[in-house]
């Protein structure tokens, strides 16, 4: 799905680091080494058909290499 962020993501909280993350693997062969971790936060998004809402998205970052792979994993209700 895509979708774009509007605004600063809120609440940020680390879900995994590194060797806990699953896909670590994948990372590191796709985008490089670096100390991988899993966050998740708030954000207000724009989705394709126009409609602004509030979604918890989730991603991967290191540093250095920045945000990739973000993702909407629930839209939240106001």
Known sequence: MSFEILGE???IEIIAVDNSIREIARLR??????RWRKLKGIV?????DGMM????VHWYEAHGIGKKEIKIKHILGE
């Open 9 to 11: 993501i809120i609440d």
């Open 29 to 34: 062969k796709i985008y490089g080494a670096g």
């Open 44 to 48: 207000t998004v724009c989705l394709p």
């Open 53 to 56: 809402c509030k979604a918890e």
